[in-house]
């Protein structure tokens, strides 16, 4: 996404990689809302969770674009990101992350209780500190990085119950098991752009795309397995949940099972990515609304 010169708000929005921190936010409030709904609603932690969490996602994105911004300038799809395009210096957006990362840590530390505050803190040390850095050195940052992304439903757990239930991990595992398909799709997708950016994601190591395909059906199949474990949790069988998470859940495993063939690899990738990007959302409004209603 290009950033018109001269707006600097728009600049500065960038810099959060809102929609990365829009699904943090969702996830985390899914998590909120899913467990124990017997349990009540606290519209102050309600609040400080959902903008807690998205200060902190933001503050990551920008720390991250902080930390790989010549990385950025040589990639297509990223070369015209707010540091790289120069409209803004990298001392400010270190300033701004950092800023916005102790506001939202302190905001869900103080507004929910500690424990979902530390698990904010712990998602930006992973996000930055470890799946940053690996990114560069080892194809395995794939799964490093699917820690950070899968913690932010336990963060909203903790914030309604000062601890992480049956639901809570059911999510956490959902999210960890979903991000490998997820992210392979676009590894094959812009192969060459992160060969460019020096990154070794699995396409680059293996251009074939065929470790990418093994990763994304190794980990889709748990990933339905924890769909269906939730789905345990409604007492009858005709619960939107149950039917959604299973339709959806075909639709995606036969998209993998495309993405696997050699011969249909390359048109299957960008479906197969507009497929994980639908999945999500569908599943997890369907199961907070059926778990709320």
Same mark, same amino acid.
């Given at each position: !996404? ?21 699904? %943090?936010?969702? &996830? ?24 807690? &969490? ?15 911004? *010549? ?9 015209? *990101? /707010? ?6 210096? /990298?001392?400010? %957006? ?19 209780? $500690? ?17 940053? /850095? ?11 990085? %699917?820690? /950070? ?22 999510? #956490? ?17 812009? *192969? ?29 199949? $748990? !990933? ?7 789905? &345990? ?22 998209? %993998?099972?495309?993405?696997?063939? $050699? ?7 960008? $479906?197969? #990515? ?13 199961? &907070?609304?059926?778990?709320? #209603?």
């Amino acid at each position: !996404m290009s950033t018109p010169a001269g707006s600097l708000p728009a600049a500065f929005w960038e810099l959060t990689k809102p929609r990365l921190s829009f699904l %943090s936010v969702l &996830t985390a409030l899914a998590g909120y809302f899913c467990s124990n709904p017997q349990a009540p609603t606290d519209g102050k932690v309600l609040v400080s969770l959902a903008i807690g &969490t998205a200060l902190a996602a933001g503050a990551c994105g920008a720390l991250n674009m902080w930390m790989e911004d *010549r990385a950025d300038a040589k990639m297509e799809r990223t070369k015209n *990101r /707010p540091i790289p395009a120069g409209l803004i210096s /990298p001392n400010y %957006s270190l300033f701004f992350g950092t800023i916005l990362l102790c506001l939202g840590i302190t905001l869900v530390w103080y507004g929910a209780n $500690p424990l979902a505050g530390q698990l904010t803190a712990a998602t930006a040390i992973s996000y930055l500190f470890l799946y940053t /850095p690996l990114k560069t050195r080892t194809s395995w940052c794939t799964l490093v990085g %699917s820690l /950070p992304g899968a913690i932010p439903p336990i963060i909203g757990t903790a914030a309604k119950l000062g601890a992480i239930d049956r639901m809570g991990w059911l999510l #956490f595992a959902l999210l960890f098991f979903w991000q490998v398909p997820h992210f392979m799709a676009l590894a094959v997708m812009c *192969r060459e752009d992160y060969a460019r950016g020096g990154f070794k994601v699995a396409t680059v190591e293996d251009p074939s795309g065929k470790s990418a395909a093994r990763w994304a059906l190794i980990f889709i199949i $748990p !990933m339905l397995f924890v769909a269906g474990m939730i789905a &345990t949790e409604f007492p009858r069988w005709t619960s939107p949940y149950v039917w959604i998470s299973f339709l959806a859940g075909v639709w995606f495993f036969k998209l %993998s099972l495309d993405f696997a063939l $050699p011969a249909k690899r390359a048109a299957a990738a960008k $479906p197969f #990515f507009i497929a994980s990007i639908i999945y999500l959302p569908l599943v997890l409004l369907t199961l &907070t609304l059926n778990r709320v #209603f």
